[in-house]
């Protein structure tokens, strides 16, 4: 390698999100790989976890969709360049994406993008907007239904440009999402605090509370599953309301119409998400729109528990339906609670065995060493070094 490698990751906030925590495990490993690793962000709960010796961070308000501090930003970032003498931007989010595309531009360097969501592209302002993701050197899709999201809609923006863009699988901690590492006392711990009845079957929905999430869903289909001849359940709606408090109080009035007050419990955040994994018999991801990556999906494979989610977006990639998971028709309640059931009633051994083949499915696929691995990789191929 001709000289130090020294990358700039710029994203909104690092909160424990999926773009957020990729950004995080490529910053670490990149200073594994002697390079120099930065990342402008605002804030953020995963701050306080960046190794600082490793790991440089600058805060600007890079969260603000404001045109004048996306002009200030655009400023600040060009000079940042060129102090630092960095080698390659990469940026995670629309709004710093811009700053960072005027900034690249000026300074000749680098520009990486990852497209992380569908995003609203209703009016072609708003997909102008979105564009920005599109003009950068290398254009990253999280996933195949990203990537073809990108060609069916985007097309426009980059057909005449010398612009790759490439899959490269969101990946996640296999060795943090690992059963084998959480203790028997940490989940009975985890049950005792939240006043969960350790004999019942635990299902949990984890996700911030948001309606295309489908919480809805998820609490319509254990009303069906209340009546049908099942064994005593929990379920458990994991997730912060993130300030939407209209939508959990509508949350809360549908679980007491239903008379589920003691069968569904909310909890707003609990940290260790391998020890609510590890207590949940079954994991779902009911969302109504397509989830970019699926995140829960892989997560939950990756602790060894049988998935349901449903049929649309990224999660029909990361799971092997009827070997690792399986599907229900998105938005459909008595769908969904049909499928529970169907889990709850298959004996132990097959749980055991599907729970396996998920866990190695991650394993082979969606590690985040494989993740920054190609990552690093894709980076060295721009700079052309060998």
């Given at each position: 390698m001709?000289?130090?490698?020294?990358?700039?990751q710029?994203?909104?906030?690092l909160?424990?999100?999926?773009a957020?925590?990729?950004?995080?495990?490529l910053?670490?490993?990149?200073?594994?790989?002697?390079?120099?690793?930065?990342?402008?962000?605002?804030?953020g709960?995963?701050?306080?976890?960046?190794?600082?010796?490793?790991?440089?961070?600058i805060?600007?308000?890079?969260?603000?969709?404001?045109?004048l501090?996306?002009?200030?930003?655009?400023i600040?970032?060009?000079f940042?360049?060129l102090?630092?003498?960095?080698?390659?931007?990469h940026?995670?989010?629309r709004?710093?994406?811009?700053s960072?595309?005027?900034a690249?531009?000026?300074?000749?360097?680098?520009?990486?993008?990852?497209?992380?969501?569908?995003?609203?592209?209703?009016s072609?302002?708003?997909?102008?907007?979105?564009?920005?993701?599109?003009?950068?050197?290398?254009?990253?899709?999280?996933?195949?239904f990203?990537?073809?999201h990108?060609?069916?809609?985007?097309?426009?923006?980059?057909?005449n440009?010398?612009?790759?863009?490439?899959?490269?699988?969101?990946g996640?901690n296999?060795e943090?999402f690992?059963?084998?590492?959480?203790?028997?006392?940490?989940?009975?711990?985890f049950?005792?605090?939240?006043k969960?009845e350790?004999?019942?079957?635990?299902i949990?929905i984890?996700?911030?509370?948001?309606?295309?999430?489908?919480?809805v869903?998820?609490?319509?289909?254990?009303?069906?599953?209340n009546?049908?001849d099942?064994?005593p359940?929990?379920?458990?709606?994991?997730?912060?309301?993130?300030?939407?408090k209209?939508?959990?109080?509508?949350?809360?009035?549908?679980v007491?119409?239903?008379?589920l007050?003691?069968?569904?419990?909310?909890?707003?955040?609990?940290s260790?998400?391998?020890?609510a994994?590890?207590?949940?018999?079954?994991v779902?991801?009911?969302?109504?729109?397509?989830?970019?990556f699926?995140?829960?999906s892989?997560?939950?494979?990756?602790?060894?528990?049988?998935?349901?989610?449903?049929?649309?977006g990224?999660?029909?990639?990361?799971?092997?339906?009827?070997?690792?998971?399986f599907f229900?028709?998105?938005?459909?309640?008595?769908?969904?609670?049909e499928?529970?059931?169907?889990?709850?009633?298959?004996?132990?051994?097959?749980l055991?065995s599907m729970g396996?083949?998920?866990?190695?499915n991650?394993?082979?696929?969606?590690?985040?060493?494989k993740?920054c691995?190609?990552?690093?990789?894709?980076?060295?191929?721009?700079l052309k070094?060998?």
């Amino acid at each position: 390698m001709k000289s130090k490698i020294k990358v700039l990751q710029v994203i909104p906030r690092l909160d424990f999100g999926g773009a957020e925590t990729g950004c995080y495990d490529l910053a670490h490993y990149l200073a594994e790989k002697d390079c120099k690793s930065y990342i402008i962000t605002s804030g953020g709960k995963l701050l306080k976890y960046i190794k600082k010796d490793k790991v440089k961070v600058i805060k600007l308000p890079v969260h603000s969709k404001n045109p004048l501090f996306i002009l200030i930003n655009f400023i600040i970032i060009t000079f940042i360049i060129l102090f630092l003498n960095i080698t390659l931007v990469h940026a995670r989010s629309r709004a710093p994406a811009w700053s960072c595309l005027f900034a690249t531009k000026i300074t000749r360097r680098k520009f990486i993008t990852t497209f992380h969501g569908t995003y609203n592209f209703s009016s072609k302002l708003k997909k102008l907007y979105n564009s920005v993701m599109l003009r950068s050197n290398l254009v990253i899709a999280g996933s195949n239904f990203i990537f073809s999201h990108i060609q069916n809609n985007y097309k426009i923006f980059f057909e005449n440009e010398k612009r790759k863009v490439l899959v490269i699988f969101r990946g996640i901690n296999t060795e943090y999402f690992n059963s084998k590492r959480v203790s028997s006392n940490k989940v009975n711990t985890f049950l005792n605090q939240w006043k969960l009845e350790k004999n019942n079957y635990n299902i949990l929905i984890p996700g911030r509370l948001t309606s295309w999430k489908g919480q809805v869903i998820f609490i319509e289909a254990l009303n069906i599953l209340n009546y049908l001849d099942t064994v005593p359940f929990n379920g458990i709606i994991l997730g912060g309301d993130q300030g939407r408090k209209i939508y959990r109080k509508k949350l809360e009035a549908l679980v007491q119409q239903y008379r589920l007050s003691k069968k569904i419990k909310f909890i707003n955040h609990f940290s260790e998400m391998p020890v609510a994994y590890k207590a949940a018999n079954l994991v779902i991801s009911a969302s109504i729109e397509p989830e970019a990556f699926g995140r829960t999906s892989v997560e939950a494979q990756s602790m060894g528990k049988i998935i349901v989610a449903s049929n649309i977006g990224g999660s029909t990639e990361t799971i092997v339906s009827d070997k690792t998971g399986f599907f229900f028709e998105s938005g459909n309640a008595q769908s969904l609670a049909e499928t529970i059931k169907k889990v709850m009633l298959m004996d132990n051994n097959t749980l055991q065995s599907m729970g396996s083949e998920g866990r190695k499915n991650v394993l082979k696929k969606f590690d985040v060493e494989k993740m920054c691995n190609s990552t690093f990789s894709e980076y060295k191929k721009l700079l052309k070094y060998n």
